[in-house]
């Protein structure tokens, strides 16, 4: 199989592994979702509506490694510890199921929260998975200003 194919495949057996996982997490129940209260981290960071815009482009982010990764044996790994995330943060999903209060919901971020249903607020696949994406990028990036936009980009997915 071409490097190409192999590609396409990883993608995919991710993609619905990854879509399964967290979506079955979120409609199969062992127990009940734990609120979680705000940390100081989350009070210092003030709700900006407009911010939907990186959390969204967090889908982007996570394809970079495979536009990137020119040799099997890193795509494999890459893939690997992907799925590693994916999979060990499911177990959290199933066992501790999370979520976090919603006080207002704004028009730009109503349709993240329709979808986002309670249950799986920790850990965060955008953000575990977001730095994950972006070393295996930083790895392959050459310029600076590569790396400070990757740098620049990924702050604001975590930070959204």
């Known amino acids: 199989m071409n490097l190409a ?15 399964v996982l967290y979506f079955g997490t979120l409609h199969v129940r062992l127990f009940p979702a734990r609120v ?17 815009v990186p959390y969204l482009s967090f889908f982007l982010l996570a394809l970079l490694p495979l ?24 177990l959290v999903f199933l066992f501790w199921p999370t979520a976090i209060p919603y006080s207002d ?12 249903l309670d249950g799986n607020a920790f850990p965060s696949l ?12 930083w790895r392959k990036l050459q310029t600076p200003a590569a790396r400070c936009s990757l740098l620049v ?8």
């Open 67 to 90: 536009w990137l990764i020119s040799d099997r044996r890193e795509l494999r790994a890459a893939a690997f510890g992907y799925g590693l995330i994916v999979a060990i943060s499911s």
């Open 126 to 137: 955008h953000a575990s998975l977001g730095i994950y994406c972006a070393l295996w990028a």
């Open 105 to 116: 919901v704004h028009r730009l971020t109503r349709g993240v929260v329709a979808v986002d």
């Open 5 to 19: 194919r192999e590609k396409v495949v990883v993608f995919a057996t991710l993609g619905a592994t990854t879509t």
């Open 153 to 160: 980009w990924t702050s604001l997915v975590v930070v959204s």
């Open 36 to 52: 979680l209260a705000a940390t100081a981290v989350d009070t210092a960071i003030p709700f900006v509506p407009l911010f939907v």
